[in-house]
């Protein structure tokens, strides 16, 4: 199975702040990966796909990029809706597999 | 509006039975790969299974932890798709999600979009 490994697992930050999240693969998935926010009680929300593509209605402060098997989530200023539990998942091999999720806070 | 609704949680005993339902609306139900993923209470994501559209065979995947004792099936004439859980053990107890995302062609686009979930609990 691919391991996808997510850092950190849980993050402080500030409104205004430009804040990363990364998740590592175990070997190589291209770019089949997707981001998804998922705020508490709530179901998970598609924010990123194909490792960059901005997902319909989702606001361009939120950027995906890749480097290899690194791959990385950008908010560019935090807003206070940002303040969610963000997951990556690679969608290249099964099993599907997430990561274990970044928990971000408010500072 | 996309929609996708999920029925049929509930409380059942270790080695039980369980059918979640998840209708759809809104969009071409027929022309998505459906996924179901679940989550622990208090845990991250955990996908469960996948069944692709028509034009490949509705064909399945599973996670290991549930191959064999979980079925993946889809109506497309009803925009339905189904989890058939059999032999549920506590560690199956999740809020599980239904998620779609359009193929054609061999080749996916856009992201997925979710259900909001229902509550499984596995318990005596």
Same mark, same amino acid.
């Given at each position: 199975d691919i391991q996808m490994t997510q850092s950190p697992s849980s993050l402080s930050a500030s409104i205004g702040d430009r804040v990363t999240i990364t998740c590592r693969a175990s070997q190589d998935i291209t770019n089949h990966l997707a981001?998804? &926010?998922?705020?508490?009680?709530?179901a998970p929300k598609s924010l990123i796909y194909d490792a960059s593509d901005? &997902?319909?209605?989702?606001p361009l402060r939120f950027s995906g990029s890749r480097s290899g098997t690194d791959f990385t989530l950008t908010i560019s200023s935090?807003?206070?809706e940002d303040f969610a539990t963000y997951y990556?998942?690679?969608h290249h091999a099964y099993p599907l597999t997430f990561g274990g999720g970044t928990k971000m806070e408010i500072k | 509006e996309v929609q996708l609704v999920e029925? @049929?949680?509930?409380?059942v005993q270790p080695g039980g039975s369980l059918r979640l339902s998840c209708a759809g609306s809104g969009f071409t139900f027929s022309d998505h790969y459906m996924d179901w993923v679940r989550q622990a209470p208090g845990k991250g994501l955990e996908w469960v299974g996948r069944i692709r559209d028509r034009a490949n065979s509705y064909s399945t995947e599973y996670v290991a932890s549930v191959k064999g004792r979980f079925t993946v099936s889809r109506d497309d004439?009803?925009?339905s798709l189904y989890l058939q859980m059999n032999?549920?053990?506590?560690?199956?107890?999740?809020?599980?999600?239904?998620? @779609?995302? *359009?193929c054609t062609g061999g080749s996916c686009? @856009?992201?997925? *979009?979710?259900?909001?979930?229902v509550l499984v609990t596995v318990s005596s």
């Open positions: 981001w998804y &926010q998922q705020k508490p009680g709530e901005l &997902q319909s209605g989702v935090l807003q206070p990556c998942q690679q | 029925s @049929g949680g509930g409380l004439s009803k925009n032999n549920l053990k506590t560690e199956d107890t999740a809020v599980y999600y239904c998620a @779609g995302r *359009f686009y @856009g992201g997925h *979009f979710w259900g909001q979930g």
